[in-house]
């Protein structure tokens, strides 16, 4: 929930001289959360953030949502459902098997995307930024070490950009151009066998061609392998 404590922290960010305060982490869906008490961008979530996003404006400054799915980083066990991934393994953080995503899932997730950038823009927000970070679900979609698809969405680079960049184009087609639509990028997942620059600098160019985003934020690592990367 959006709590006076959520609301006064921004505030403060905000009266501090900052241009940009992001809420992070806003789940997409109660699947995608990183344990129960993650905000989930919904109906019920848009009066407290709007609340939120008010403060901050009166401040003087813009506020972000980053949203996304958590995917092999989901705690089954604290959220009490099953998340996904690209392909199907053991993750510890979700505290056990995660299976590999049907198209009909990812079609679904694709529309929980652009529900959450609609919800954000009701709520007030200046900018959405989409998490393909840190092997959260789309990240995860672009790892050589995690995607093991055979279809459309696994293989080469731009089939393993394919539903990242999807949902990209989603989430701009649901904000519009009133708002920013920034993307948390991982540049290397920080373990064998995964993302690196020979990869992720042409992935970084797809999504660029499409013109569904304003920027990039450059990061790294893995919240499924190397959380201190």
């Known amino acids: ?46 009066p407290g953030l709007t609340r939120l996003t008010e403060a901050v404006h009166r401040e003087g400054a813009l506020a972000s949502a980053q949203i996304g799915h958590a995917g092999l980083v989901a705690n089954q066990l604290s959220n009490g459902m099953s998340t996904t991934a690209p392909s199907t393994r053991i993750s510890a953080p979700a505290m056990g098997l995660v299976r590999g995503a049907t198209l009909e899932q990812l079609d679904a997730i694709v529309e929980d995307y652009a529900s959450a950038a609609r919800y954000a823009v009701e ?64 540049m290397t997942d920080g373990v064998p066998k995964g993302l690196w620059l020979d990869e992720s600098l042409p992935m970084a160019k797809l999504i660029e061609s499409d013109g569904t985003i304003d920027a990039m934020q450059l990061t790294g690592g893995s919240s499924l392998l190397n959380g201190m990367y």
């Open 1 to 46: 929930a959006v709590t006076d404590k959520l609301v006064d922290f921004h505030a403060e960010v905000a009266r501090g001289g900052t241009a940009l305060t992001t809420v992070a982490y806003c789940s997409v869906s109660p699947a995608g959360r990183v344990h129960r008490d993650t905000l989930v961008l919904d109906r019920d979530a848009v």
């Open 123 to 186: 709520s007030g927000f200046d900018a959405l930024e989409v998490h393909l970070g840190h092997n959260y679900l789309l990240s995860s979609f672009m790892s050589p070490n995690l995607n093991k698809r055979t279809d459309r969405y696994g293989g080469s680079i731009a089939n393993r950009t394919a539903f990242p960049r999807r949902v990209l184009a989603a989430v701009r087609a649901a904000a519009g151009d009133s708002v920013a639509v920034i993307a948390k990028f991982n």
